[in-house]
């Protein structure tokens, strides 16, 4: 069992910063990369943010510049540092584990519960 737990959403004005994180427990083998990915309202689930057990990230385009992605990897933990805010990154924050939970595990996806961002005035 893998539980993904987020923190750090809320509201913000534009302009502003937010810090997520996300801390991931239970029975971990390996972790292949982590992430954070958003749905807005009416939209489908984007990626935003990954970071790559080698520490290779990857980013939206939207997004670049203005959030970085890091990890500390003895606290099995990913953060979102998002400043810069825009109305238009509004949205239900989700954090992604790519892992196996054993050596004869399947690498899954995990997701946490979501935390919302909201930026506006």
């Known amino acids: 069992q893998v539980q993904l737990v987020e923190s750090g959403g809320g509201l913000v004005q534009p302009g502003g910063s937010l810090r997520l994180s996300c801390a991931a427990s239970?029975?971990?083998?390996?972790?292949?990369?982590m992430g954070w990915y958003r749905q807005a309202p009416g939209k489908q689930r984007e990626l935003v943010a990954a970071?790559?057990?080698?520490?290779?990230?990857n980013y939206a385009d939207s997004v670049k510049g203005r959030f970085t992605i890091s990890r500390d990897n003895a606290k099995n933990t990913v953060y979102l540092q998002m400043n810069s805010l825009k109305p238009e990154d509004t949205a239900v924050y989700y954090c992604?584990?790519?892992?196996?939970?054993?050596?004869?595990?399947?690498?899954?996806?995990?997701w946490g519960q979501g935390t919302q961002v909201t930026v506006s005035s």
């Open positions: 992604n584990a790519d892992l196996s939970t054993g050596i004869l595990a399947a690498r899954r996806d995990y």
């Open positions: 239970g029975s971990i083998f390996r972790f292949y990369g």
């Open positions: 970071v790559t057990s080698g520490g290779s990230t």
